[in-house]
Protein backbone atom coordinates (compact mmCIF):
# COMPACT_ATOMS: atom_id res chain seq x y z
CA UNK A 1 0.00 0.00 0.00
CA UNK A 2 0.84 3.54 -1.08
CA UNK A 3 1.91 4.97 2.68
CA UNK A 4 2.10 9.27 2.24
CA UNK A 5 3.90 11.51 5.03
CA UNK A 6 3.67 15.20 4.93
CA UNK A 7 4.49 17.40 7.88
CA UNK A 8 1.14 18.12 10.67
CA UNK A 9 1.21 21.56 9.98
CA UNK A 10 3.74 24.60 8.74
CA UNK A 11 3.33 28.93 9.82
CA UNK A 12 4.32 30.92 7.31
CA UNK A 13 4.41 34.88 7.35
CA UNK A 14 2.00 36.79 4.04
CA UNK A 15 4.58 37.14 1.06
CA UNK A 16 6.62 34.61 1.83
CA UNK A 17 7.49 31.62 -0.17
CA UNK A 18 5.83 27.99 1.21
CA UNK A 19 7.26 24.28 0.48
CA UNK A 20 5.24 21.83 1.58
CA UNK A 21 6.83 18.15 0.81
CA UNK A 22 4.71 14.46 1.00
CA UNK A 23 6.54 11.28 0.87
CA UNK A 24 4.72 8.87 -1.26
CA UNK A 25 6.15 5.01 -1.60
CA UNK A 26 4.38 2.34 -3.55
CA UNK A 27 2.81 4.87 -5.59
CA UNK A 28 2.04 3.70 -9.20
CA UNK A 29 4.19 3.87 -11.42
CA UNK A 30 1.84 5.41 -14.40
CA UNK A 31 -0.17 8.00 -12.41
CA UNK A 32 0.66 11.46 -11.81
CA UNK A 33 0.89 13.08 -8.45
CA UNK A 34 -2.11 15.67 -7.60
CA UNK A 35 -2.37 18.24 -4.83
CA UNK A 36 -5.85 19.84 -3.24
CA UNK A 37 -6.19 22.55 -0.74
CA UNK A 38 -9.11 22.09 1.59
CA UNK A 39 -10.97 24.88 3.98
CA UNK A 40 -12.89 24.02 6.65
CA UNK A 41 -16.06 22.72 6.07
CA UNK A 42 -15.15 22.50 2.68
CA UNK A 43 -14.43 19.47 -0.26
CA UNK A 44 -10.79 19.72 -1.61
CA UNK A 45 -9.58 21.88 -4.24
CA UNK A 46 -7.47 20.92 -7.06
CA UNK A 47 -4.24 23.08 -7.24
CA UNK A 48 -1.59 21.21 -9.44
CA UNK A 49 -0.79 17.70 -11.17
CA UNK A 50 2.52 16.67 -12.18
CA UNK A 51 4.48 12.76 -12.86
CA UNK A 52 7.62 13.72 -13.09
CA UNK A 53 10.16 17.05 -12.86
CA UNK A 54 8.70 20.55 -12.59
CA UNK A 55 5.39 21.94 -12.89
CA UNK A 56 3.86 24.92 -13.09
CA UNK A 57 0.69 26.66 -13.05
CA UNK A 58 -1.20 30.47 -11.69
CA UNK A 59 -1.24 29.50 -8.76
CA UNK A 60 1.80 27.30 -7.52
CA UNK A 61 4.58 24.95 -8.80
CA UNK A 62 5.07 21.43 -8.57
CA UNK A 63 8.71 19.62 -7.98
CA UNK A 64 8.89 15.55 -7.81
CA UNK A 65 12.42 13.97 -8.07
CA UNK A 66 13.30 11.52 -10.73
CA UNK A 67 12.77 8.20 -8.02
CA UNK A 68 9.32 10.22 -7.42
CA UNK A 69 9.38 9.14 -3.88
CA UNK A 70 8.53 12.92 -3.19
CA UNK A 71 7.21 15.56 -4.29
CA UNK A 72 6.93 19.38 -2.89
CA UNK A 73 4.21 21.72 -3.90
CA UNK A 74 5.40 25.65 -3.58
CA UNK A 75 2.96 28.35 -3.28
CA UNK A 76 5.18 31.34 -4.27
CA UNK A 77 3.95 34.37 -1.97
CA UNK A 78 1.25 33.27 0.35
CA UNK A 79 -1.60 35.77 1.64
CA UNK A 80 -3.95 35.29 4.61
CA UNK A 81 -6.57 33.49 2.40
CA UNK A 82 -3.85 30.02 1.26
CA UNK A 83 -4.31 29.47 5.33
CA UNK A 84 -5.92 25.77 4.58
CA UNK A 85 -5.37 22.24 4.60
CA UNK A 86 -2.86 21.02 1.75
CA UNK A 87 -2.85 17.12 0.66
CA UNK A 88 -0.95 14.86 -1.73
CA UNK A 89 -3.15 12.46 -3.59
CA UNK A 90 -1.26 9.47 -5.16
CA UNK A 91 -2.28 6.12 -6.96
CA UNK A 92 -1.51 2.91 -5.06
CA UNK A 93 1.11 0.99 -6.58
CA UNK A 94 -0.38 -2.71 -4.83
CA UNK A 95 -3.50 -2.38 -2.92
CA UNK A 96 -4.13 -6.19 -2.26
CA UNK A 97 -6.85 -6.18 -4.98
CA UNK A 98 -8.48 -2.94 -4.42
CA UNK A 99 -7.60 -0.18 -6.41
CA UNK A 100 -7.43 2.71 -5.07
CA UNK A 101 -5.68 6.54 -4.62
CA UNK A 102 -4.32 7.55 -1.34
CA UNK A 103 -4.34 11.05 0.15
CA UNK A 104 -1.59 12.70 2.03
CA UNK A 105 -1.81 13.03 6.22
CA UNK A 106 -2.40 16.39 5.04
CA UNK A 107 -0.24 19.78 6.17
CA UNK A 108 -2.43 22.52 7.87
CA UNK A 109 -0.64 25.60 6.51
CA UNK A 110 -1.49 29.06 9.21
CA UNK A 111 -0.30 32.17 7.21
CA UNK A 112 0.50 34.93 9.72
CA UNK A 113 -0.07 38.51 8.88
CA UNK B 1 -17.80 27.61 -12.84
CA UNK B 2 -19.69 24.62 -12.67
CA UNK B 3 -19.93 22.56 -9.27
CA UNK B 4 -20.78 19.42 -8.20
CA UNK B 5 -23.89 19.67 -5.63
CA UNK B 6 -24.21 17.37 -2.68
CA UNK B 7 -27.66 17.08 -0.75
CA UNK B 8 -28.60 17.12 2.32
CA UNK B 9 -25.56 19.15 3.92
CA UNK B 10 -26.42 17.01 7.35
CA UNK B 11 -28.11 13.68 7.50
CA UNK B 12 -28.88 12.43 11.19
CA UNK B 13 -29.69 8.56 11.48
CA UNK B 14 -30.35 6.13 14.01
CA UNK B 15 -27.86 3.27 13.76
CA UNK B 16 -28.98 0.88 11.81
CA UNK B 17 -30.60 2.55 9.23
CA UNK B 18 -30.52 2.62 5.42
CA UNK B 19 -29.15 6.05 4.82
CA UNK B 20 -28.83 7.54 1.16
CA UNK B 21 -26.45 10.44 0.15
CA UNK B 22 -26.97 12.27 -3.17
CA UNK B 23 -24.73 14.08 -5.65
CA UNK B 24 -25.18 15.79 -8.69
CA UNK B 25 -21.72 16.02 -10.55
CA UNK B 26 -20.96 18.87 -13.61
CA UNK B 27 -22.68 17.76 -16.25
CA UNK B 28 -20.28 16.85 -18.69
CA UNK B 29 -17.89 14.85 -16.16
CA UNK B 30 -18.04 10.65 -17.04
CA UNK B 31 -15.79 9.65 -13.92
CA UNK B 32 -17.64 10.04 -10.35
CA UNK B 33 -16.46 9.14 -7.42
CA UNK B 34 -17.39 8.72 -3.35
CA UNK B 35 -14.62 9.68 -1.21
CA UNK B 36 -14.96 9.90 3.61
CA UNK B 37 -12.87 11.83 5.83
CA UNK B 38 -14.14 11.20 9.33
CA UNK B 39 -13.73 14.35 11.79
CA UNK B 40 -10.09 15.22 12.30
CA UNK B 41 -8.46 12.77 9.56
CA UNK B 42 -7.74 12.59 6.02
CA UNK B 43 -9.74 11.85 2.99
CA UNK B 44 -10.00 8.26 2.05
CA UNK B 45 -11.07 7.09 -1.16
CA UNK B 46 -14.52 4.65 -1.22
CA UNK B 47 -15.23 3.74 -4.72
CA UNK B 48 -15.21 5.11 -8.71
CA UNK B 49 -17.88 4.95 -11.18
CA UNK B 50 -17.89 5.02 -14.74
CA UNK B 51 -19.74 3.82 -17.90
CA UNK B 52 -22.57 2.68 -15.30
CA UNK B 53 -20.51 0.24 -13.28
CA UNK B 54 -18.10 0.78 -10.24
CA UNK B 55 -14.69 1.13 -11.76
CA UNK B 56 -12.65 0.85 -8.78
CA UNK B 57 -12.69 0.62 -4.99
CA UNK B 58 -10.83 0.39 -1.31
CA UNK B 59 -11.14 -2.17 1.36
CA UNK B 60 -13.40 0.39 3.11
CA UNK B 61 -16.22 -0.13 0.23
CA UNK B 62 -17.84 -3.43 1.42
CA UNK B 63 -21.11 -5.02 1.12
CA UNK B 64 -23.02 -2.50 2.73
CA UNK B 65 -22.50 0.50 0.53
CA UNK B 66 -23.47 0.74 -2.83
CA UNK B 67 -23.69 3.24 -5.77
CA UNK B 68 -26.08 4.30 -8.28
CA UNK B 69 -26.53 6.72 -11.51
CA UNK B 70 -30.39 6.68 -11.40
CA UNK B 71 -30.86 9.34 -14.09
CA UNK B 72 -28.54 11.31 -16.16
CA UNK B 73 -27.68 13.82 -13.42
CA UNK B 74 -27.72 11.82 -10.29
CA UNK B 75 -25.20 9.89 -8.56
CA UNK B 76 -26.00 8.38 -4.99
CA UNK B 77 -24.41 6.29 -2.01
CA UNK B 78 -26.42 3.87 -0.08
CA UNK B 79 -25.18 2.69 3.31
CA UNK B 80 -27.15 -0.45 4.17
CA UNK B 81 -27.25 -0.51 8.08
CA UNK B 82 -25.43 2.07 9.18
CA UNK B 83 -22.73 1.55 12.62
CA UNK B 84 -21.69 4.11 14.58
CA UNK B 85 -18.30 4.42 12.97
CA UNK B 86 -19.97 5.39 9.65
CA UNK B 87 -20.40 8.43 10.84
CA UNK B 88 -17.87 10.90 9.00
CA UNK B 89 -18.29 13.88 5.86
CA UNK B 90 -19.12 12.06 2.50
CA UNK B 91 -17.66 13.81 -0.50
CA UNK B 92 -18.59 13.13 -4.36
CA UNK B 93 -16.43 14.41 -6.73
CA UNK B 94 -16.33 14.02 -10.32
CA UNK B 95 -13.89 14.49 -13.57
CA UNK B 96 -14.20 14.32 -17.11
CA UNK B 97 -13.02 11.25 -19.09
CA UNK B 98 -9.42 11.48 -19.58
CA UNK B 99 -6.85 9.31 -18.53
CA UNK B 100 -8.26 7.22 -15.68
CA UNK B 101 -8.91 8.86 -12.32
CA UNK B 102 -5.47 9.04 -10.75
CA UNK B 103 -4.68 11.42 -13.59
CA UNK B 104 -6.62 14.31 -13.84
CA UNK B 105 -8.08 16.98 -11.61
CA UNK B 106 -11.13 16.18 -9.52
CA UNK B 107 -14.20 18.52 -8.61
CA UNK B 108 -15.46 17.80 -5.16
CA UNK B 109 -18.55 18.73 -3.76
CA UNK B 110 -18.67 20.31 -0.12
CA UNK B 111 -19.81 17.09 1.54
CA UNK B 112 -22.89 15.66 3.19
CA UNK B 113 -21.76 15.17 7.05
CA UNK B 114 -23.73 11.81 8.28
CA UNK B 115 -23.77 11.65 11.81
CA UNK B 116 -25.13 8.26 13.43
CA UNK B 117 -26.83 8.13 16.55
Known amino acids: LAKTTQPISMDSYEGQEVNITCSHN???????ITWYQQFPSQGPRFIIQ???TKVTNEVASLFIPADRKSSTLSLPRVSLSDTAVYYCLVGDSNSGGYQKVTFGTGTKLQVIP | EPEVTQTPSHQVTQMGQEVILRCVPISNHLYFYWYRQILGQKVEFLVSFYNNEISEKSEIFDDQFSVERPDGSNFTLKIRSTKLEDSAMYFCASSPLGQGMRNQPQHFGDGTRLSIL
Open chain 1, 50 to 52: GYK
Open chain 1, 26 to 32: NIATNDY
